[in-house]
């Protein structure tokens, strides 16, 4: 199971700076003044009458909004609990197979395995606090990646759940795993410049042209 810290060495470190009140805006001057400066426009509206236009909240500000934040402590229980329970569900989805690679033993495997990753995300989740993740996950590189990899979470899970044809179970399951690995490679730098290098010359090597939207779409890092 894939734990996806998601946060490689530099965010991982920056991480720990954000665990009390602070927030990215207070860490830079140029923002502090200009929220300042908003904020006493507004103030100045609101005594002379001036209705006050509400901003806009983006998708990222909405999605933080349902994270509030926890303490250390919480963070520290939640995280070994998700750990504990993630690899759990891991052995006991192995277990499943070893009494042999049945429609129903591979059925049982797939829901532990994406209930396992589902936790994983939720480990990270909790220990680097919830508001954090979300903003990284739903960071404009990286939003179509983190909604493309839960949906393919979700699918596995419903078709596992319905018992449909094995083939389209298994299938699923290969496109969340390329999906977890184009995800997770998100958060390292040229991590998904180099899986599209790999592909051109290997799955793609007949015809590398065909991933040069998907190159050309990727951030500059």
Known sequence: MGWFPGLGAKEESSSYSILGTQTEATSNPLASATQ??????????RTVGIPVPEEEKTMEDQV??????????????ALIACCVLGYLLEICGSLTLIGG??????????????????????ATCFWVGPKYMCRKMMKKSRRCATI????????????ALLKVALIFVLLMLSVELCAAIWYSASYLPKGRWCIVQCCKQSLFSPCPDVLNPVEASLPVV
């Open 36 to 45: 300042a400066l908003n904020n006493a426009a507004n103030t100045a509206r």
């Open 64 to 77: 933080c909004e349902m994270c509030p934040t926890m303490t250390f402590k919480q963070r520290l229980t």
């Open 101 to 122: 690679p049945s429609a129903e033993n591979i059925r049982k495997f797939c829901l532990l395995y994406v209930s396992g990753n589902l936790i994983a995300i939720m």
């Open 148 to 159: 493309f990899y839960l949906v393919t979470l979700v699918a596995v899970v419903v078709l």
